[in-house]
């Protein structure tokens, strides 16, 4: 009896692991990933646009006050090296592609 119940258990796990799908990035997600490349920095393409989508929805909810505060949160989201300048090109990218009603706030950056 306790084989019949292991193996419809090891059945039921091969049967999720088979149906389960990997994470695609959408086909918006592309040119933000092609910015990302001009700017040197690299990746998988779902990841850099789950943190860039991530990122906006910081600063929506007003997680993050300033652009300094999101591009420290991006940077240490990304590979290690990644430079502030990186991670405000990414941030400008970002805000560019998924949440264009806060281009104001990356501009703060520059009155600072």
């Known amino acids: 009896m306790k084989r019949m119940s292991l193996a419809a258990g090891v059945a039921a796990a091969a049967s999720a692991i088979a149906l389960a799908v990997p994470a695609q990035a959408d086909d918006w ?5 092609t910015q990302l490349h001009a700017y040197g920095i690299y990746g998988p393409q779902d990841y850099n646009a789950w ?17 300094y505060k999101s591009a420290t949160f991006i940077q240490k989201n990304l590979p290690l090296g990644t430079s502030e300048g990186q991670a405000f090109q990414f941030l400008g990218a970002a805000i ?3 949440c264009p009603d806060q281009v104001g706030f990356i501009q ?5």
């Not at 997600?29 to 990933?33: A, L, R, S, T, V």
């Not at 929805?57 to 300033?66: F, K, Q």
């Open 29 to 33: 997600d592309y040119p933000f990933n």
């Open 51 to 67: 943190l860039a989508k991530i990122s906006c929805e910081r600063i929506t909810r007003g997680v993050d006050h300033d652009p």
């Open 96 to 98: 560019n592609q998924y």
């Open 108 to 112: 703060q950056a520059g009155a600072h």
